[in-house]
Nanobody, 117 residues
């Protein structure tokens, strides 16, 4: 079984920073990414990264968020800077053995991120 465990969520002030981590176990993951879902909205892509370092960001977070990974630890990180009031959501870590899956095969339980204005 593949497990993804997120950590690092919490409350942050607008303009502040927060760092999320996601550790994968049970398999070597190629594709890893972060998604978020706010109440009443669909889950949306935040940032993705392949094992080879190919990165993609949603337009809404470009220049503010940075995704990275430690392949040795099978862990992906999301450094969130300049947080905005519209950023709060449940952030989900996702992974897949494929390089570019249409839909990730594995999901974490999510971690709540709240932004105070």
């Amino acid at each position: 079984q593949v497990h993804l465990v997120e950590s690092g969520g919490g409350l942050v002030q607008a303009g502040g920073s927060l760092r999320l981590s996601c550790a994968a176990s049970g398999s070597i993951i190629n594709f890893m990414g972060w998604y978020r879902q706010a109440p009443g909205k669909q889950r949306e892509l935040v940032a993705t990264i392949t094992r080879g370092g190919v990165i993609n960001y949603a337009d809404s977070v470009k220049g503010r968020f940075t995704i990275s990974r430690d392949n040795a630890k099978n862990t992906v990180y999301l450094q969130m800077n300049s947080m905005k009031p519209e950023d709060p959501a449940i952030y989900y870590c996702a992974g897949d053995r494929r390089v570019v899956p249409e839909s990730p095969g594995y999901w974490g339980q999510g971690t709540q991120v709240t932004v105070s204005s």
